[in-house]
């Protein structure tokens, strides 16, 4: 498939290719994807070419969608030849599932040939990637089918921003928000994903107040990401009222006390000026009571936060269930009422498997049974 060109430029004023923050991680290069302009100047010289081919190069990685230096028409047709092998980073896609509100939900195949799960959500004024950060994951939360599955690795930088790239070229049109809400706990893999925030912000053009890093919490790494100093909003996945609720559904919550989390939280206001979004997931008669509604309200008092409200998706593995919209809107309303900022996230994409991690693991079931899923490349 050939991605269409995405070439208009973005409304953010800040980028693409604003001078790359002093605190940048470096990146090894190659892969190019993740890359800043003054990291594909360096290398283009030490390939022993004119530095103004870094600046080529950068337009045609995140604006002309280049999946091999040989596609680049601009640059002298020997060196593209010798240079062909050089990887640029690009994932291939495996297989896709529109829903019918046309969320896309893409099976992405790395150079290792490992798959990952990436979302392109689409509103009039939005586009949304939701992106991996890992293959599999370590946390094995209990209602999480990506838990489920096991830890494979780390994603690296490039194969992080590649997930946009792609959507982006998939939909024709800017992406506009990035959620790290895919596979993956993003705090264990800080370094690429802060990597990667920089090179979304600085070569892709997305605002870093579009950005939102969801995570279970894991000690120590919440004050490490607000050291960075990054505009992103920090989503936590907090899904309990209390401190033996939550061991219940989420084994790491044992090493990671909820006074503690909170307090980390408030370090994370405090040292950014951003507000922490806390994520709720309801699973219906396990915290979605009256009883809980009043004791998350009495946990978040005085906490200048939004409680995003997500109604369980069901998995395969678990037989937890789903509360119906009249319980969610009951307690929405009870948050509000005692002054909670709360509202339920709507549910994109049920249709193609909406649950984090639930279409690779239905993928990876299909293909050990060696019948076909339709793989689109
Ligand atoms: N590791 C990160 C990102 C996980 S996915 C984190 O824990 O925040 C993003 C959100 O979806 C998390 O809040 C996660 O707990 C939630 N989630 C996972 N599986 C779900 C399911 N089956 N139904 C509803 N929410 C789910």
């Known amino acids: 498939m050939t991605p269409a060109p995405v070439s208009s430029r973005p409304s953010d004023p800040a980028a693409p290719a604003a001078a790359p923050s002093p605190n940048r991680p470096s990146l090894a290069v190659p892969p190019l994807v993740g890359a800043s302009i003054a990291e594909l100047t360096d290398w283009v010289k030490e390939q022993g070419q004119p530095a103004y081919r870094g600046k080529q190069l950068h337009q045609w990685i995140y604006q002309q969608g280049a999946r091999s230096l040989e596609d680049i028409s601009v640059f002298p047709k020997a060196w593209r030849q010798t240079m062909a092998a050089v990887p640029v980073g690009r994932s291939q896609i495996h297989y896709r599932a529109v829903a019918r509100d046309k969320t896309v939900k893409y099976l992405l195949k790395l150079a290792d040939g490992q798959i990952i799960e990436t979302v392109g959500i689409p509103t009039a004024k939005r586009l949304t990637v939701c992106v991996s950060s890992q293959v599999g994951c370590p946390m094995a939360c209990d209602f999480c089918a990506t838990g489920k599955g096991g830890f494979v690795r780390n ?170 919209g009249d319980r969610a809107q009951d307690f929405l309303e009870q948050l509000e009422e005692l002054g909670i900022a709360a509202s339920i996230r709507q549910t994109r994409g049920l249709d193609a498997d909406a649950a984090c991690g639930q279409l690779r693991a239905s993928h990876l079931e299909v293909d050990s049974d060696s019948s076909n899923l339709a793989a689109v490349d």
């Open 155 to 324: 994603l690296s930088r490039a194969e992080i921003v590649d997930q946009v790239l792609t959507v982006q070229e998939e939909f024709g049109r800017r992406v506009s928000n990035v959620v790290f809400m895919g596979m993956g706990e993003p705090l264990l893999n800080l370094d690429a994903v802060v990597g990667a925030v920089r090179s979304l912000n600085e070569d892709v053009g997305i605002g870093q107040r579009n950005l939102t890093i969801s995570t279970v919490g894991v000690p120590g790494r919440i004050r490490a990401l607000a050291a960075h100093q990054l505009q992103v909003t920090l989503a936590v996945s907090l899904h309990a009222s209390n401190q033996s609720l939550r061991e219940t559904t989420i084994p790491s919550a044992k090493h990671y006390p909820l006074t503690a989390l909170l307090d980390d939280c408030r370090a994370y206001v405090q040292e950014t000026g951003r507000r922490v979004t806390f994520e709720y997931t309801l699973l219906a008669q396990v915290n979605d009571t009256e009883t809980h509604a009043a004791e998350l309200a009495g946990l978040l008092r005085g906490f200048q936060s939004h409680v995003n409200l997500i109604p369980y998706n069901p998995i395969s593995e678990v037989d937890y269930r789903r509360p119906s």
